[in-house]
């Protein structure tokens, strides 16, 4: 049965992996000619210790992410059950496998897999990582700033589209949605050892290695070949694509362009990191506050 949502998501991961394909030749071909052809030193994400070998690790990123999301269709989903991989109920009804904090640590240490993946690229090649990420940004004390106020203003700015009737048009093209596993479960939870380690694995774990990898590394592969503009929307589709849901497509999109803005005014991935770990500790304040259903 043909699922708008499902082919919509699937055309953002096809969208970002065609964008490479045609861009980085073009670009490479464009730069040749160019009487500046160190245009991808314009602004303070540092790009001049990555090559060609930074390719495969983004090619490694990508592929492994969307795994992980095409792992969620029905299609493969349906498959796992049928060779007995996984049963119906977990996959049906996700939020009622039971929670350990066990599976949760388990859960914080895949999570970490991709950023892993990148330390291993930059360490291989003997990059400085404290350098290409500017980890010792003297402005640092501003981070108690800029993080709650870019966090806030973006919280605004999607209140806002909820007001103007947002959820309410995607419910009219694609029907009722239902509510992202790790938030139902957060919602339904009240052990306060499984809350707090949802809380860590937002407000700590997510911020950190979705950062590394996204605006750390595959933001400056994607604009040392093919320039900011295309880097910003291919690092910041893919970004949201994976997360895998459909409400929160063009939201993330968002506050993804405006996590690698900031990066590039700032030059340092902490951040990005204090502005996105704002925005999730902002979101559970939200759903504390909500009252019970």
Known sequence: MFDLSQTILIASFAICFLSLLIAIPLTASLRRKASEPSWHKNGLVKTELLTPADLLGIGLLMGLYTLMSALKLPQLTDFLVSIGWATEEAVKNPESITLTPQVLIAGMISQAVPAGIVVVFLVFRHINMVEFFN??????????????????????????????GYSRALESIFGEF???????????????????????????????????VFRGYIYPVCKRYTGRTLATLVASLFFS???????????????AIALTIAYELSGSIWVPI?????FNACTLIVQELQPPS
């Open 135 to 164: 980890l010792r940004w003297k402005k640092a004390p501003y981070l108690l700033l800029i993080g709650p106020t870019v966090a806030v203003a973006v919280q605004v700015l999607f209140i806002l589209m909820e007001a103007a």
């Open 178 to 212: 239902k509510v992202q596993d790790v938030v139902k479960i957060y919602q339904d939870t009240h052990e306060s050892s499984i809350r707090i380690l949802i809380a860590i694995m937002a407000v700590i774990i997510a911020p950190i290695v979705e950062e590394v």
């Open 241 to 255: 694509a994976v997360h895998f849901h459909i409400p929160a497509l063009l939201p993330l999109f968002i506050l």
């Open 274 to 278: 204090s502005i996105h770990a704002c």
